[in-house]
């Protein structure tokens, strides 16, 4: 796991006195990472033969603390949304590159985005 550091910066204050205050600089692979899987038409019908090693593989990265969540959007079933925690954009596109959904056909589109939490536990 990616740890922080710490960086004293020189600041001025409302009076235009100097003052150096100390920032916590996040590490590379720190946060959230939101991944989004666009399924094909009808995916209820087509992902049968696929699901379970599609959720084995979410499951392992669950049990490997990189995954802190992962599930799909229903009223349609049309995407899979993931949530990484502490991993890199490379780790999440290979991830989805080896996922069974993805090898079959059945992801039309990908995204990978980083995400700010504002509101919870780690914000």
Known sequence: MATSSRTPLSRQNATGKARTVTVA???ENTGYILLTLDYVDN???????????????AQKAFEEGKCAMAGALTDPVDTGVFVFKNVGKEYVENFVQNDAYYKAGLVKNHSIRSWMVVVGNDA
């Open 43 to 57: 995916m209820l019908d087509k992902r049968g033969p696929y699901r379970e090693e599609h959720i084995a593989g």
């Open 25 to 27: 600089m996040a590490a």
